[in-house]
C-alpha cells in the first residue's frame, strides 16, 4: 500500500488518538504553548476589531503561532476532503439509520446529512436553528466554559487540570442531554 492509500483510508483510533495526544508535549516542549482552538477567534477579533474593547486589548501578535495552527486545520480539511477522500462509502449503522429516518433524516451520502447541512437550508427555520442559534451558543458556551472540546479534553486532563475535568464532563452530559433531548424536539420543529 502506498502513502497516498495509506492517508485516504481512515486511522484506527489507537492510531490518531496517540498522535493527537502527542501535540501536548510537542507544543509545551516547543514553546510552553496550550493546546485549543477556540482563543484563535478572540485573536483574530483582537487583530482586526479597532474597537477600543478591553477584552481584545492584548498582544495577540504573541500567540500568533495560534492562526496558522487553525489555518492549517482548515487546509488540512480541505485537502483531505478534496484531494485525499476516503473512497468507501459513509458506514452508519443500522439502528443510527432507523433512529434518525425517524427524526426525518434520510440522506446519509456524506459526512454531514445534507437533510440539514447543505446549502439550501442556510436561509430557512432550520438553518436558523441549526446554524445561527446553535453557532451562538457553541461561542457562548466556549467563552463561558473558558475554552473548547479539544483544549479541555485534550490539554487540561493532560495536565491535571480541575476545571477542565469539570467542563470535560459537562461537555459530554450536556452533547448526551442535546441528543435525546433537545435534537428531537428541534428537528420537529425545523422539517
Avoid at 59 to 66: D, F, P
Avoid at 87 to 115: C, K, Y
Wanted: glycine content about 12%.
Amino acid at each position: 500500500m502506498d502513502l497516498i492509500e495509506l492517508l485516504k483510508r481512515p486511522w484506527p483510533w489507537y492510531v490518531a488518538g496517540p498522535l493527537i495526544g502527542l501535540t501536548v508535549p510537542v507544543l509545551l516542549l516547543l514553546g510552553n504553548k496550550s493546546f485549543g482552538i477556540s482563543s484563535s477567534l478572540r485573536h483574530i477579533c483582537a487583530a482586526v476589531i479597532p474597537a477600543g474593547l478591553p477584552f481584545f486589548k492584548y498582544n495577540w501578535r504573541k500567540e500568533a503561532w495560534n492562526l496558522f495552527f487553525v489555518a492549517g486545520i482548515a487546509i488540512g480539511g480541505f485537502v483531505g476532503n478534496f484531494a485525499l477522500g476516503n473512497p468507501d462509502a459513509i458506514v452508519v449503522a443500522d439502528d443510527t439509520r432507523q433512529t434518525l429516518a425517524a427524526l426525518g433524516v434520510s440522506d446519509f451520502s456524506g459526512l454531514m446529512p445534507a437533510d440539514i447541512f447543505s446549502i439550501s437550508n442556510v436561509f430557512t427555520w432550520k438553518g436558523l436553528i441549526f446554524f445561527v442559534v446553535g453557532g451562538f451558543l457553541v461561542g457562548f458556551g466556549t467563552r463561558y466554559a473558558g475554552g473548547c472540546t479539544s483544549g479541555h479534553a485534550i490539554m487540561g486532563l493532560s495536565n491535571l487540570q480541575w476545571p477542565s475535568l469539570v467542563a470535560t464532563v459537562s461537555f459530554m452530559i450536556g452533547g448526551f442531554a442535546c441528543t435525546h433531548l433537545l435534537l428531537p424536539f428541534l428537528l420537529s420543529l425545523a422539517l
